[in-house]
């Protein structure tokens, strides 16, 4: 028998046969199930008042609608805490996080591919980095976070490496880290979101989130792009 995919939860065997103790037609009559036609009536006639479906909502007129930043804090504080509990240390924590952050990335880079092809006569897909990190830099985080990073960077050591920096990350204000912890850097996750955009937009990289705290930014971060090989190939080719 074909073993389900790991990320999709089934039901055990245990809780199916549970299931069937409870279904209505193993039961009394008092819960039995309409018919299929006041079904289908029901969810062809929507009762007033009703808020819409929010698949049925137009992705264009929720360009600039924002999500509460309680809500937001709280819910990455569960997410946080939840994976802390099943990992070894510190960089399984921050890879995890990594992971997390890197499928949000791909659906982040779906919706504004699709929001430019709608909204422009001539969408342009970035095939050069510099461009694509601007884009990251502003339209992604503003995307995200509601407003662009504060800074970008070259290494001056390495040319394959590049810096987006945020001198007060919205992910990290709600967050107080142990002292036995100090290294942990929960933009992780947002360190996946980059992640996943260049590899869509075909510029695969490593990119690591790094505390760089100074006196004025105490949660100042960094998050460190290394690029693939092909890509800095790629450019002196397009020069």
Not at 78 to 89: A, F, H, I, L
Not at 206 to 212: F, G, K, P
Not at 228 to 236: A, F, G, T
């Given at each position: 028998m074909q073993q389900p995919h790991p990320r999709f939860s089934v039901l055990s065997g245990s809780s199916l046969s549970s299931t069937e103790h409870l279904s209505p037609t193993a039961s009394s009559t008092?819960?039995?199930?309409?018919?299929?036609?006041?079904?289908?009536?029901?969810l062809g006639t929507p009762k007033p008042g009703l808020r819409p479906n929010i698949y049925d909502r137009?992705?264009?007129k929720t360009r600039t609608s924002e999500v509460s930043a309680s809500a937001f804090a709280f819910l990455f504080s569960?997410?946080?805490?939840?994976?802390?509990?099943?990992?070894?240390?510190i960089n399984d924590l921050e890879r995890r996080l990594n992971t997390l952050g890197y499928r949000a990335g791909t659906r982040v880079l779906e919706l504004m591919v699709w929001r430019a092809e709608s909204s422009s006569k001539a969408p342009k897909r970035e095939i050069r980095f510099l461009p694509?990190?601007?884009?990251?830099?502003?339209?992604v985080w503003r995307a995200v976070f509601g407003r662009p990073a504060d800074a970008i960077e070259k290494?001056?050591?390495?040319?394959?490496?590049?810096?987006?920096?945020?001198?007060?990350?919205?992910?990290?204000?709600h967050i107080s880290v142990p002292k036995d912890m100090n290294q942990l850097s929960c933009s992780s996750f947002t360190a996946?979101?980059?992640?996943?955009?260049?590899d869509g937009l075909g510029l695969p990289a490593?990119?690591?989130?790094?505390?760089?705290p100074t006196q004025q930014f105490p949660s100042r971060t960094t998050i460190l792009i290394k690029l693939?090989?092909?890509?800095?190939?790629?450019?002196?080719?397009?020069?």
């Open positions: 008092r819960f039995s199930l309409p018919s299929a036609t006041s079904i289908n009536t029901a137009n992705l264009n569960e997410v946080v805490q939840y994976t802390q509990k099943r990992v070894s240390g694509a990190l601007m884009s990251i830099h502003t339209q290494s001056v050591e390495n040319e394959d490496e590049y810096m987006i920096i945020d001198n007060d990350p919205p992910i990290e204000r996946g979101i980059v992640e996943a955009v260049l490593r990119v690591t989130a790094h505390h760089t693939d090989k092909s890509v800095l190939e790629r450019e002196e080719i397009l020069k």
